[in-house]
C-alpha cells in the first residue's frame, strides 16, 4: 500500500511494509473488555478488527517526507531477510519495498535523512540491507537520527545482559553506527527547521513525536503513541509493549488533548488505511477520524 497526501509544501508518503489481522486484542491490551469493540463495532469491521477471527488488523508504516531540499524517512519498518526468531510475520521478511520507495519517487541513494522514533525493532529494520552477506545501511548518503536517550537505554540494558531490541541492534543500528552516519538526538528541539521534537515517554523510554506545520495546517508524525485506533477511543489502554505504562498513559493523554486542540493531523505508524486522521472530542473520551488522501 502507497498513500501520497500533499500537506502544505510537504509531500508525505506512507508506505505500509505488510498488515494483516495479526493481533489478539486479549493479548495485546491487558485491559481489553470485547464489550468496548461490541459498541465500536460500526466502524471497526472490516477494516480494524475482524470479528471471525477475532483479532485486530494492524500495519507497519514507513512514512516519507519529501520537502524542497530533503527526503527524510521516519521509521524504517521491519526489513528484509531479518532474523527474528519467535515472531513469525517478521522473521526474514521478503518485501518489495524498495520498489515501492521508487513508485513514491525516492531512490534510495537519495534519502537525506532517516530518524528513528524509537528502537523497537519494527521501526529500526530498512535502516540496513544484506549486501554480500554483510548488514549495510540502506541510504548509503542520509544521516540516520536516534534519540539519544533511547539508544542509551536499549544499548544500556543490552550491557546488562538484557535485550530489548531482538537482535535489531546488530543488524540494523551498529552497522550504521559503525558506517559513521548515526547522530543521536540529544537536547535538541528542533530538526531541520520543519520539526520540533517532543519527547513522548512510555511506550518506550525515549520515544519522540515529531510536530510540524505546512501550509498553515499543524501535523505530527505520532510513532507508537497508539498501535490501534481503539486507544483514541480508550486511552487508557496501554499495550503490553509499553515499558513504562504509567508514562505511556500520560504521553497518550497529553497527545490527544493537544491533537485535538491542533486539528493535527496525525500519522501513526500501526494503523491501517488511510493511515492518517484527526481527533474529535466524543463525550468523556475521543472519536477517530481517518482522512482520505483528497481530504487533506
Ligand atoms: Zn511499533
Known amino acids: 500500500m502507497i498513500r501520497t497526501f ?8 506512507g508506505i505500509t511494509e505488510f498488515f494483516g489481522p495479526t493481533h489478539d486484542p486479549t493479548v495485546l491490551y491487558p485491559k481489553y473488555d470485547p464489550a468496548v469493540v461490541e459498541k465500536e463495532k460500526s466502524w471497526l ?14 500495519a507497519i508504516n514507513i512514512w516519507v517526507v519529501q520537502t524542497h531540499d530533503r527526503i527524510i524517512i521516519i521509521d524504517t519498518g521491519v526489513g528484509n531477510r531479518k532474523k ?26 537519495k534519502v537525506t535523512d532517516v530518524i528513528n522514533t524509537h528502537l523497537h ?11 554480500d552477506g554483510k548488514w549495510v545501511p540502506t541510504f548509503p548518503n542520509a544521516r540516520y537520527y536516534i534519540p539519544e536517550r533511547e539508544y542509551n ?18 543488524d540494523s543500528v551498529f552497522p550504521v553506527e559503525a558506517a559513521g552516519q548515526l547522530q543521536l538526538l540529544t537536547d535538541e ?15 518506550t523510554p525515549g520515544m519522540i513525536n515529531l510536530w510540524f506545520k505546512s501550509g498553515g495546517r499543524q501535523g505530527v508524525f505520532c510513532a507508537d503513541i497508539f498501535h490501534h485506533p481503539l486507544q483514541i477511543v480508550r486511552p487508557d489502554w496501554n499495550t503490553l509493549y509499553c515499558m513504562l505504562p504509567e508514562d505511556a498513559l500520560k504521553t497518550r493523554a497529553d497527545f490527544l488533548k493537544k491533537a485535538e486542540e491542533t486539528k493535527a493531523v496525525f500519522f501513526p505508524c500501526h494503523f491501517v488505511l488511510p ?8 463525550g468523556n473520551s475521543y472519536e477517530y477520524v481517518p482522512l482520505t488522501t483528497t481530504q487533506l
Open 153 to 170: 537505554h536499549f544499548v544500556g540494558s543490552r550491557k546488562n545482559g538484557v535485550d530489548l531490541d531482538g537482535g535489531s541492534l546488530e
Open 275 to 282: 493511515h492518517a486522521g484527526t481527533i474529535k472530542h466524543n
Open 84 to 109: 527474528r526468531v519467535g515472531i513469525d510475520r517478521m522473521d526474514q521478511l521478503n518485501t518489495l519495498f524498495l520498489t515501492w520507495l521508487a513508485a513514491a519517487g525516492v531512490q534510495r541513494d
Open 189 to 203: 528541539k528542533h530538526l531541520f527547521d520543519l520539526f520540533e521534537i517532543v519527547q513522548a515517554p512510555g511506550h
Open 45 to 58: 469491521v472490516p477494516d480494524h478488527y475482524h470479528p471471525d477471527l477475532k483479532r485486530l488488523y494492524i
Open 6 to 13: 500533499q500537506f502544505g509544501d510537504l509531500k508525505i508518503t
Open 121 to 131: 525493532l519494527d521501526h529500526v529494520g530498512w535502516n540496513t540491507m544484506l549486501v
